[in-house]
């Protein structure tokens, strides 16, 4: 990351040394040269602040993205978990019930006792008589 902070520099020496280079094999007066070397300086170094800029803000893009992304997966495991959770609470309620439901079994009372003086029990052979009668 330190070369991505010098980046300016770097580019805008190495330009000034291409230029002086080309400059002396071409015969260029030195007055001239130094100019040419000044400009591309200047020009490189702003060249090479928009790169470094560019370059920083991808890899801040990235980082944010990349938060993002662990974000949602832990509100997704969040929710996950929040779901098991309530379905475990359902299941505990469903056992409950069923143990109650097993605990209370319906019985059916055929007794005759508690059912006061009106009721008389037929016999079967009274309802055999009076069946064929009707």
């Known amino acids: 990351m330190d070369y991505i902070h010098r980046l300016p520099f770097i580019i805008s020496a190495s330009s000034a040394v291409v230029i002086g280079g080309l400059s002396y094999k071409y015969d260029i007066p030195a007055q001239e ?46 929710e996950a978990l929040k779901e098991m959770e309530r379905l475990k609470e359902e299941i505990t309620a469903n056992e409950e019930t069923i143990k109650k439901t097993a605990d209370n079994k319906p019985t059916i009372d055929l007794s005759t006792e508690g059912l006061g003086e009106d009721f008389s029990p037929l016999t079967v052979s009274e309802i055999i008589n009076t069946r064929p009668r009707e």
């Open 33 to 78: 040269t130094y100019v040419k070397m000044a400009l591309g300086m200047v020009v490189f170094f702003f060249l090479g602040v928009y790169i470094r800029n560019t370059v920083e803000d991808v890899k801040k893009h990235a980082e944010m993205k990349k938060e993002e992304m662990e974000r949602q997966k832990e509100i997704e495991a969040l």
